[in-house]
């Protein structure tokens, strides 16, 4: 988005030659797809706390059937689980911060997944999905999709010529791959996944939450829909649940015709509360960005630590993707703790700043040992054969000073 979009969106159109010029995240995050003058002149986006609306009489309700009164400014709608102007002005920041045309809004990231792929896929589809991605994510398709018929190929996270192989021909219809990935942070080749799509006419779909609209845009490298869990850094205060889907206008609209049906809306105070959290979203990201770094860097050269998993350090396996397609590597930082589960644990329990939570992208550090938070049920062999081994930690850094958090993991690691 260049500022004259910016501007446009803004309603407030310059002929200053330097408006070809990126705005910034953080001019972005505050300022993306928002309408210059709203309701009342407020400068915040008014919560429109309603379940209905009304028409003033029967010519009035005619005219919006037939559509005579849409498009003129007026965000009316007929019924809340249609739409919600609150809920509108959040989808068009978000399309605006992903470079999309339009945004759908969901009640939940998992909502969004789930309501994207019912509303699209047939019975009788295929779809493909790389590995190491978020398990509930997998579940729904090798478990909830199944019983539709929908079939579900699991192809390992960079291996492409597998991706590519597994295409069926008339009967694959996406292609699904989050970047970065969870918890092991791996990263897709955005490209290269955009123009596989393209040429066997498959859709594809990142789940970009880990990166955020700051650090990747992947409609920009060829995608056609980003999915996020706005519960994470979108909201950035660990307090509401919601997710988005942005893409091209006439897709994202059929999604929104369907959510109406499936049901799945944010509900409008969670929608005002995302919109405030977005406007400092570039710069916790920034901040996460550079303390994840610091994190990453110091853990790597860390005594009792075995390997440190995160996009920004050369030893990662898609690190030269990431510095091309990314412009920052996260706020997640895995790593594996010299010692066995009960070394991990009691380094986790040593800690001060970061809470123990699943979860991710909040202003407060979070930390977890993923075999004893969402693999808890699961036996260290069956663990290992979903690849996550007993000392893995994941660590979601918020924005508490760098120097603070590296003194913090300093401590707690000396009793490994
Ligand atoms: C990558 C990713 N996608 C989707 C989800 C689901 O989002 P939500 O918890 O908002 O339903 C999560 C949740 O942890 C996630 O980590």
Same mark, same amino acid.
């Given at each position: 988005?260049?500022?004259?979009?910016?501007?446009?969106?803004?309603?407030?159109?310059s002929?200053?030659p330097?408006?070809?010029?990126?705005?910034?995240?953080s001019?972005r995050s505050v300022h993306?797809g928002?309408k210059?003058?709203k309701?009342?002149?407020?400068?915040n986006?008014?919560?429109?706390q309603?379940?209905t609306y009304t028409f003033?009489?029967t010519q009035?309700?005619?005219d919006?059937?037939?559509?005579?009164t849409w498009g003129?400014?007026d965000?009316r709608e007929e019924?809340?689980?249609?739409?919600n102007?609150t809920?509108s002005?959040?989808?068009?920041k978000?399309?605006a911060l992903?470079?999309g045309?339009?945004?759908?809004l969901?009640a939940?990231?998992m909502?969004?997944?789930?309501?994207i792929?019912?509303?699209?896929?047939?019975?009788?589809?295929?779809?493909i999905?790389?590995?190491?991605?978020?398990?509930r994510?997998r579940?729904?398709a %090798?478990?909830?999709l199944k019983?539709? /018929?929908?079939e579900?190929?699991?192809v390992p996270?960079?291996?492409y010529?597998?991706?590519e192989?597994?295409?069926?021909p008339k009967?694959?219809?996406f292609?699904?791959?989050e970047?970065?990935t969870n918890p092991?942070?791996?990263?897709?080749?955005?490209?290269?996944?955009?123009?596989?799509?393209?040429k066997?006419?498959?859709l594809?779909?990142i789940d970009?939450?880990?990166?955020?609209?700051?650090?990747?845009?992947?409609?920009e490298?060829?995608?056609d829909?980003v999915?996020h869990s706005?519960?994470?850094?979108l909201?950035?205060?660990?307090?509401?649940l919601?997710?988005?889907v942005?893409g091209k206008?006439?897709?994202?609209?059929?999604?929104?015709d369907?959510?109406?049906?499936?049901g799945?809306?944010v509900d409008?105070q969670?929608?005002?509360?995302l919109?405030r959290?977005?406007?400092t979203?570039?710069?916790?990201?920034?901040q996460?960005?550079?303390t994840a770094?610091?994190?990453a860097?110091?853990?790597?050269?860390h005594l009792?630590?075995?390997?440190?998993w995160y996009?920004g350090?050369p030893?990662?396996p898609?690190?030269?993707?990431?510095a091309a397609?990314?412009?920052?590597?996260g706020?997640?930082?895995s790593?594996?703790v010299?010692?066995?589960?009960?070394a991990t644990?009691?380094f986790?329990?040593r800690?001060?700043i970061?809470?123990?939570?699943p979860?991710? /992208?909040?202003?407060?550090s979070?930390?977890e040992?993923?075999a004893?938070?969402?693999?808890?049920?699961k036996?260290?062999e069956?663990?290992?054969?979903l690849?996550?081994?007993?000392?893995?930690v994941r660590?979601?850094?918020?924005i508490?000073?760098?120097?603070d958090i590296l003194?913090?993991?300093?401590q707690? %690691?000396?009793v490994?």
């Amino acid at each position: 988005m260049t500022l004259h979009d910016l501007d446009k969106h803004l309603g407030n159109l310059s002929d200053d030659p330097s408006a070809n010029k990126e705005p910034g995240g953080s001019t972005r995050s505050v300022h993306g797809g928002t309408k210059r003058r709203k309701a009342f002149n407020s400068l915040n986006t008014p919560i429109v706390q309603t379940a209905t609306y009304t028409f003033g009489d029967t010519q009035e309700l005619i005219d919006f059937m037939e559509r005579k009164t849409w498009g003129d400014g007026d965000d009316r709608e007929e019924y809340g689980r249609y739409g919600n102007p609150t809920v509108s002005a959040v989808e068009r920041k978000l399309a605006a911060l992903d470079a999309g045309e339009d945004a759908v809004l969901y009640a939940s990231g998992m909502a969004a997944v789930t309501s994207i792929l019912l509303s699209i896929l047939p019975s009788g589809a295929h779809i493909i999905m790389t590995d190491d991605c978020y398990r509930r994510t997998r579940q729904f398709a %090798l478990t909830f999709l199944k019983r539709f /018929g929908i079939e579900t190929t699991v192809v390992p996270m960079g291996d492409y010529d597998a991706m590519e192989a597994a295409i069926i021909p008339k009967k694959t219809r996406f292609i699904i791959s989050e970047s970065p990935t969870n918890p092991y942070l791996r990263v897709a080749d955005l490209e290269r996944i955009g123009r596989i799509g393209k040429k066997h006419r498959v859709l594809t779909l990142i789940d970009s939450t880990f990166a955020t609209p700051i650090n990747q845009r992947p409609l920009e490298w060829g995608i056609d829909f980003v999915v996020h869990s706005a519960t994470k850094y979108l909201s950035g205060h660990n307090d509401l649940l919601a997710g988005v889907v942005v893409g091209k206008g006439d897709r994202i609209k059929a999604l929104r015709d369907a959510r109406g049906v499936l049901g799945g809306i944010v509900d409008p105070q969670n929608a005002y509360l995302l919109d405030r959290g977005i406007k400092t979203l570039g710069v916790r990201v920034d901040q996460q960005n550079r303390t994840a770094l610091a994190v990453a860097r110091f853990l790597e050269s860390h005594l009792h630590i075995e390997r440190v998993w995160y996009p920004g350090l050369p030893s990662h396996p898609e690190y030269r993707i990431a510095a091309a397609q990314m412009t920052g590597f996260g706020g997640v930082v895995s790593f594996e703790v010299a010692g066995d589960l009960k070394a991990t644990s009691k380094f986790i329990d040593r800690l001060k700043i970061p809470y123990i939570a699943p979860s991710l /992208g909040g202003v407060e550090s979070l930390i977890e040992q993923p075999a004893l938070m969402s693999y808890y049920e699961k036996t260290t062999e069956e663990r290992l054969a979903l690849g996550i081994k007993d000392n893995l930690v994941r660590f979601a850094i918020g924005i508490e000073d760098t120097d603070d958090i590296l003194n913090d993991l300093d401590q707690a %690691l000396s009793v490994v």
